[in-house]
């Protein structure tokens, strides 16, 4: 019910200078909408040279998830792209 909203609030931050820093918390319901926003979002900023770094707990689920529901060029990029939980 929310995708445009979630994608348009995530497309904002592309109009700002300097990396995006996404967080998302634990628990967070995740369903297949939100995995195609985020690779949507992701496949955005590659196309204009943004880099956005992700603060997730429990990354390791969303990642699998990810690749279960085939979006493997995904769950690659997300990998790479966690900053490290203290």
Do not use: R
Request: charged letters at 20%; a negative charge.
């Amino acid at each position: 019910n929310n995708a445009a909203v979630i994608y348009n609030l995530l497309a904002e931050g592309l109009q700002c200078d300097g990396d995006l820093i996404i967080s998302i918390p634990n628990p967070f319901p995740v369903d297949v909408t939100f995995m195609q926003i985020l690779h949507a979002f992701m496949e955005k900023c590659k196309s204009v040279n943004k880099k956005v770094l992700f603060e997730i707990e429990k990354h390791n689920e969303l990642i699998m998830a990810l690749i279960k529901i085939g979006y493997c060029d995904a769950a690659g990029v997300l990998k790479t792209s966690i900053i490290a939980q203290g």
